[in-house]
Each structure stands twice: as structure tokens, then as C-alpha cells.
């Protein structure tokens, strides 16, 4: 598509619950980016793709947060065992092939996490 | 730690007059900068970006300006119209070399 897709729009979890989050990036695009943000404020960089493999997982809480990538199927966020400051808008973002370089990050709408 | 940041967390302007977002970073070694504009409830909408080898770049109605010297990066609209009220967000991609590192953003009023 034109426009990089979140589902769902909203999320609601009790305390403990697993989340999944979804994303389908821009056609062509190489790249997917997931940023969490607190408050409407500040980013923070979560993990991305290089297609279906794992780029970048800097900011990756390892012990509750997974995310995949597969071919022919939305990217997906997923939070074991969701925790009360896991409350946030989930973004994911997607760019297109870089050779060697950062390109745009095209957003999309937001994925907002409440948790109970 | 290295971090990029906003001078001003709100900025207030009459329909018509010209906006100056500021923004600085601390990394040396970004390359790459963006501005994002983010209505509420809404993704964060790119602007305009720039790369290091420029110290201006123009779009419609916006110019973005890099000063490498004092790590300085702004974000110039022109004739700012109502549809411009949002959070602008700066953002580099530092050591990563594709996430980026985002500010903490500036919240534009435009009054009529």
C-alpha cells in the first residue's frame, strides 16, 4: 500500500495479558522501524527490519517484547505478560532500500496500549 | 549521554507570521536529520529532512536549516496557517545509523 498500516487502532490489556500488535509497511519498502511513545512525547526506538531479518534490536526489551517479520505477512509486536508502564502508542515505521545510508521513515498511525 | 533536544516546549504565532522551530543535538556523528509534524492522535507526518553535506534545504512553505558548527537544527514556516498547529518533532540518527533519536518535541499554536 501507499501508507504504512497499524492494527488495531486501540488495545486493551489487564495487568499480565499478552498484546500483538501488527504492521504492514509501504510496498517496496525494505525496512520496518518500531518506536514506542509515552505521553505523546518522547520516541523510543524499539527494533527494526532489513526485510524478514532482525537489523537492529538495540532498544528491544528482551524479556517481555518479541517482534517478527515474515515473508507475505504483517510485521508483529508482541508483549508477554503486559505491565502497567507498557501503556503507550506503539508506532512502526518503514523505509525504503537504503544503500549504506538512513532514509525517510514513513509513520503510520499508532497502535495506543492501555494497560489495567 | 548523547541526546537531541528542543529549546522550546510551546510556541505561540498569529495566523500569517512566519514559525522558527529550534532544535539541538549532541552527536557528532548524525548524518542524517528530520522533522516530523504530529497532530493529536495521529502518526507523526514526515516534513522535510536533510543530510549533513547541506546547511539548507527548502520545501513548500518549509526550509530546514543545519548548523553542524553548534549542532543546531531548525525548522522555518512560512505564512503559518491554522492547519499548522501540532507537535514538531526533531529527530537524528546518531550512532544508530537508521533509528532515529527523536526530541522531545515543540508544541506550535497557531492563533487566528
Known amino acids: 500500500g501507499e501508507e504504512v498500516a497499524q492494527t488495531p487502532k486501540h488495545l486493551v490489556r489487564g495487568e499480565g495479558q499478552k498484546a500483538k500488535l501488527y504492521c504492514a509497511p509501504i510496498?517496496?519498502?525494505?525496512?520496518v522501524f518500531w518506536y514506542q511513545q509515552v505521553l505523546k512525547n518522547e520516541f523510543k526506538f524499539l527494533i527494526s527490519?532489513?526485510?524478514?531479518?532482525?537489523?537492529?534490536e538495540t532498544g528491544m526489551p528482551k524479556e517481555r517484547f518479541s517482534a517478527k517479520c515474515l515473508p507475505n505477512s504483517p510485521c508483529s509486536l508482541e508483549i508477554q505478560a503486559t505491565k502497567l508502564e507498557d501503556s503507550a502508542v506503539y508506532f512502526c515505521?518503514?523505509?525504503?532500500?537504503?544503500?549504506?545510508?538512513?532514509?525517510?521513515?514513513?509513520f503510520g498511525p499508532g497502535t495506543r496500549l492501555t494497560v489495567l | 549521554g548523547e541526546s537531541v533536544g528542543l529549546h522550546l516546549p510551546t510556541l505561540s504565532v498569529q495566523e500569517g507570521d512566519n514559525s522558527i522551530i529550534n532544535c539541538a543535538y549532541s552527536?557528532?556523528?548524525?548524518?542524517?536529520f528530520i522533522w516530523y509534524k504530529q497532530e493529536s492522535g495521529k502518526g507523526p507526518q514526515f516534513i522535510i529532512d536533510?543530510?549533513?553535506?547541506?546547511d539548507k534545504r527548502q520545501g513548500q512553505r518549509v526550509t530546514v536549516l543545519l548548523n553542524k558548527t553548534v549542532k543546531h537544527l531548525s525548522l522555518q514556516i512560512a505564512a503559518t496557517q491554522p492547519g499548522d498547529s501540532a507537535v514538531y518533532f526533531c529527530?537524528?540518527?546518531?550512532?544508530?545509523?537508521?533509528?532515529?533519536?527523536f526530541g522531545k518535541g515543540t508544541s506550535l499554536l497557531v492563533t487566528p
Open positions: 527490519f532489513q526485510n524478514e531479518n532482525v537489523f537492529d
Open positions: 515505521a518503514s523505509s525504503p532500500p537504503a544503500s549504506g545510508i538512513t532514509d525517510t521513515q514513513y
Open positions: 552527536n557528532s556523528a548524525s548524518d542524517y
Open positions: 510496498k517496496g519498502h525494505s525496512y
Open positions: 529527530a537524528e540518527n546518531g550512532d544508530s545509523g537508521y533509528a532515529l533519536n
Open positions: 536533510i543530510r549533513s553535506n547541506m
